[in-house]
Structure formats: C-alpha cells, structure tokens
C-alpha cells in the first residue's frame, strides 16, 4: 500500500508519532522502510516550566529508536502551544524543507480538526508543503488520530475523525506500548487518555473494526494511483 519510497510522519509534539502511528512506524520499518520522523515544536520553559527540552528531545529518540525510525528531526524556533506568535509562512516553509529533502512517498499528518490548536496548523502547513506538483513523487497523505486531541473537539460543532483506512499492527503493538513507555513523562494514569491501557484498547477496537487483533486507523487525504 505504502510504495517503495521513504515515509515521513509530522508530529506536533514528542509522542504524537507513537500515539498516531507508532505501530504502523514499526511495521513499515520492519519491512526494511526508511521512515522519518519531523517534530515541529519544543517546549518553552514559559509555559513547560517542568518539561524541559531535552527532557522531550530524549524520550523521544529512544521511543523512535525502538519503533526503528531512520532519522528524528527536531525543528527549531517553533514554540509549543505558542504558534500563534510564530508566522505561518514560517512554518509552511520549514515543512516544505523537510519535504524536499526527504522526498517521501507518503506522508502522515496530524488530523486537521485536533482540539490542540498545534494539531490544527501543524496539519495545515503539512498540506500546503504536500501540494501535489511535478516534482514531488509524494502519492499518499493519511491524517492519524491523537488520543486525548482528535476526539475531545466539540462534536457535531466540528467534524468529526472518520476512518477509512486501517493498518494491521498486529504484531508491532507491543513495539508500539514500548515506545509510549519510553514517554515517561508524557504517559498517564488509567482511566486518562494518554495511560497505557488506553492507547491498547483503542489499538484493539480499531483492530476488532477491521477484523484483526490490533490496528491503527487513519483518514485518507490524498492517494495517486500510478
């Protein structure tokens, strides 16, 4: 389904690769993928007095490293929680950098109608840098969910995340659960969102919809046949 090229996930935050497409990271890495991985934001010390930066940037290189992501690309200059002081334009561009030199196949974005406002412009940029044109070979865009961001919007106000494409994960869940321990400081207590048990429940729920034992769900944008 995933072609032959690299991958390209763009997480807001440190985690959200894991939480949206951890198991399917594994699994694409396992076939011998290069998958890469680009964090757009670092917490400001502002408003993350107890989270610090290298704190985030650590936790998510071993979380990575046991999905086995080629490279975890860290932007710069794009503060959490802060971009609306930082111009769009900005970030379309630092995107489109990455998108340029990555060159991928298929890219996995935040959903657009995340409640965090980061999800919301994070995947709008991700868009216009993933503008189909003649020079990209990119042929798939795929929205993931975030626990605890893409269904605590104000549905019906909002739309609502819709599935229309599964990933068997299977045999990488536990890859998955292994690298949101390694979040030590992002993972939370059951019943919270953001704990253990209900990142595998949900993985299990999307794996009963689709007639396997564990998957994760995304909402295809765009794929070119060719």
Known sequence: MFGEGPLLVVAPHPDDEVLGVGGTIARLA??????????????????????????????????????????????????????????QSALNA???????????????????????????????????????????????????????????????????????TYVDISDFLDAKMGAMRAYKSQVKPFPHERSLEAIEALARTRGATAGVKAAEAFALIRQTYR
Do not use: C
């Open 30 to 87: 396992a076939q011998g993928r290069e998958v890469y991985v680009v964090i757009v934001t670092r917490a400001d010390p502002a408003i993350f007095p107890d989270y610090s930066l290298e704190e985030g940037r650590g936790e998510a290189m071993k979380a990575d490293d046991i999905l086995g992501v080629r490279k975890t690309i860290f932007l710069e200059g794009f503060p959490a929680a802060l971009l609306d002081t930082v111009p």
């Open 94 to 164: 630092a995107l489109q950098r990455e998108v340029d030199q990555i060159d991928p196949e298929f890219v996995f974005v935040p959903y657009p109608g995340d409640l965090h406002r980061d999800h919301r412009v994070i995947a709008e940029a991700a868009l216009v840098a993933t503008r189909p044109n003649k020079t990209s070979r990119i042929r798939g865009i795929l929205a993931y969910e975030t626990l605890s961001e893409t269904n605590w919007n104000a549905f019906p106000l909002t739309s609502g995340f819709v599935a229309n």
